[in-house]
């Protein structure tokens, strides 16, 4: 099952960690907030992935699964 990154942008304060730890499919804006490229994330980076939700200093990336047609 492949799987997504979401982000809560009530929470997301742009401290950037996310993207140091998936430079592969997260971006900063000028701001420092993040851009997700929205690309279904491969297996040998969910662990990563799910490293850079749990380190989120305010939990606000999130992975949830993708829905495929």
């Keep these: 099952m492949d ?3 979401d982000i809560d942008w009530t929470a997301c304060q742009g401290h950037g960690l996310c993207a140091e730890l998936l430079p592969d499919h997260i971006t900063l804006d000028e701001w420092g ?3 997700v490229d929205g690309a ?3 297996h040998r980076t969910t662990k990563r992935a799910r490293r850079a ?3 989120c200093p305010v939990l606000a990336l999130k992975l949830t699964a ?3 047609p």
């Design 53 to 55: 939700a749990s380190d």
């Design 66 to 68: 993708r829905a495929t």
């Design 33 to 35: 907030y993040p851009l």
């Design 3 to 5: 799987q997504k990154i």
């Design 40 to 42: 279904p994330i491969p």
